[in-house]
């Protein structure tokens, strides 16, 4: 039998960072690679309260197929967090989808054609380069820096290349940690507003923020131009798969339809056990205490960074979110750092997969969300071993 | 702003009967038009106790993130059902999906370019066509009779269309209700053995058998050209959106990357629940009463027609699953019925959504799952009334 498969496929690459994940199930390696929100976090007690009660009241009604849209009242929830944030967005203009990753293949499948350009964060969130890279666009990095993205090479390569989409994570960024400030945003703004372009603003972080001051949303600035996709993963659980996307109404109607071919619906069983848990429950209370968490944790990588790595390794200080990115000096490879690092029992992702088309980079991403004080600082320890041994 | 969406949007129907079922919306009104599995018939004690015992027992390791192949054990659970049933189909072989209509897309994905020929049935189903169109495929659709697909025609079809997918529903077909014989599954083989040809056989409701002998899976008679999906959303519930594809290896490497770049997973909670659910209750019996309450359902719909249609209305007799399918006289409009039909407060889907480029039909879907039998009874015969006047 010939080659079946569509071309598209053949361009996708293959999560790098599970291959990397499969090294770190070895119990005794300290893993800094993961992604994932702290399960000591999760509002277990309540869960249970909430799908118990939602069981006992709703029954049947909570085992049917739903809508496409997802649950109103959800939906209305989401508004209304908006609303207090002072955004201003209808929940006729919020559709439920199966996380943010969902949101990520939809726009593809809404408004990409093959070859169309896609200015994406360098490094940017891998989920991302995946789930564009399916419908064959032709990715255009620009560089972020501690404050933001790079305006002039922003502007240059918009000029240059006429994108339909811009993706970025200014809360917080997945991999390096970094937030646009205030005035990076406006700026950003101002370059894209009246040009025909989607600005996707994927915010799963942005309410994990434990130092600073709150920024303007995209959706605030350029709102015409914004598609905001946020998610329950990091705020409250993940396994349930529940994120939503926020667009003006001619893209709702465009990514309603394409749900519908893509899986008909979010699974409405999570999405009804996840409106009771936020009924019942004090969201604000809840977060507080990952704030509280994800600070100290980040607190004890960066006093660690400071006391065991050299001096040549340069590190972010987010402000929120759940990772720190780290910059080796040029020509270390941070994949063999990684080699290395795994032989001392710890492990982290190297840069490779948040770029496109570069290997061997000089950067690698720490996550400290998902592991206690004490265990980052005797991981950071370890790393900073191998990393005076390189580096020299 | 410019138009900014891509094309294949645009090729896609919007779902016709999700605007159907708007007008259905009115109590008062029987409506055989809905694809829904029967409320009365859900587990609810089963799926609160097996819920209640999953929290207690596996707690914060069901709310994580999770792999995107699914979870094992509910993988290899599909597996050994499959066994049983004389199939031998490997846990590593099947991937969790967000319901059958996610495989669909997943197949889109990673197998069609823009311009392939994909072979479908005629009627076929609609969230098929949704799904595939979003890949520009080319439609071939082959007429399906009361005992398969033609094969005369099929075998044409494929020698001047060499096609990458076909796809079918075998068993008590949406929308027709025909089940494919084990003759004519045997031709269909023999014409795609060999070929380069992937054979989509969607088989949501096979354990849905009311009446007659079980059928040879295609994944039986041709492995390697069958991919086999599957879902729990009409034997147990559909609000998880939980189903399964089945396929060989270097396919399956395919759709695990294609469902990495769509929603890293399914939903895992939902996962976990069924799998509780599967090993604390005997499915087999709870299928049987599935079984017995639409046999009953369906025996009362075709009486109620023979009692009331025009003897020029002719009809399918399913053996199994949840739809049957009318063809009124040459040149009587479906969609005209059906505007009369709502005066009288009944209710179907017209035939048009099932086909390709085909409209004012004269066919139509009826749907006996979701209605008892004394409401079937009432309207069908109101909608004899109305068929009696237009057919005169």
Redesign the interface.
């Known amino acids: 039998?010939?080659n079946?498969?569509?071309?598209?496929?053949s361009d996708?690459p293959?999560?790098f960072i599970?291959e990397i994940l499969k090294v770190t199930l070895d119990e005794s390696v300290i893993s800094f690679a993961g992604g994932?929100?702290n399960?000591?976090l999760?509002p277990?007690e309540e869960?249970?309260a909430a799908?118990?009660k939602l069981?006992?009241e709703s029954?049947?009604d909570?085992?049917?197929?739903?809508s496409?849209e997802g649950y109103r009242e959800l939906r209305e929830w989401i508004s209304a967090r908006y609303r207090k944030k002072g955004m201003s967005i209808d929940a006729d203009n919020i559709l439920i989808?199966?996380?943010s990753?969902?949101g990520l293949?939809l726009l593809g499948?809404?408004?990409?054609?093959?070859g169309?350009s896609v200015v994406i964060e360098e490094p940017g969130y891998l989920?991302a380069i995946?789930?564009f890279?399916?419908?064959r666009s032709r990715f255009h990095p620009v560089p972020v820096h501690e404050d933001g993205i790079d305006i002039g090479l922003l502007g240059r390569t918009l000029s240059e290349h006429p994108a339909?989409l811009m993706y970025c994570v200014p809360n917080f960024q997945n991999p390096s940690g970094i937030s646009y400030s205030t005035e990076n945003r406006k700026q950003v703004a101002e370059l894209l507003q009246g040009k025909?372009?989607?600005l996707v603003e994927d915010d799963p972080y942005g309410e994990l923020r434990f130092l600073g001051q709150d920024k303007p949303s995209f959706h605030t600035l350029i709102p015409?131009n914004t598609v905001l996709l946020g998610s329950f993963?990091k705020i409250v659980?993940?396994?349930?798969?529940i994120g939503w996307i926020a667009a003006r109404h001619e893209?709702m109607e465009?990514l309603i339809?394409?749900k519908?071919?893509?899986?008909?619906?979010?699974?409405?069983?999570?999405q009804r056990v996840i409106l009771q848990y936020l009924k019942d429950n004090n969201i604000d209370e809840h977060i507080e205490k990952i704030r509280e968490a994800y600070g100290r944790q980040r607190d004890a990588m960066v006093s660690a960074i400071r006391e065991y790595f050299p001096a040549a390794a340069q590190y972010t200080e987010p402000e929120g979110g759940m990772f720190l990115w780290i910059t080796l000096p040029e020509g270390l490879s941070a994949m063999e750092v990684f080699k290395k690092a795994i032989e001392l029992k710890v492990a982290f992702v190297p840069g490779d997969p948040f770029y496109v088309n570069r290997t061997n980079v000089n950067t690698l991403r720490l996550n400290y969300s998902s592991v206690d004080a004490g265990t980052i600082r005797t991981g950071i320890r370890r790393l900073g071993e191998v990393l005076k041994t390189m580096i020299g």
Do not use: C, W
């Open positions: 039998m010939g079946i498969f569509s071309d598209r496929i996708v293959r999560s599970r994932l929100p399960r000591d999760f277990l869960i249970k799908t118990a069981l006992e029954g049947k909570v085992l049917q197929y739903s496409s989808t199966a996380g990753q969902q293949d499948k809404t408004i990409l054609n093959e169309d989920g995946q789930a890279s399916i419908y339909k025909n372009i989607l015409h993963s659980i993940p396994s349930f798969r893209v465009k339809i394409a519908q071919a893509s899986d008909l619906h979010t699974n409405y069983f999570g």
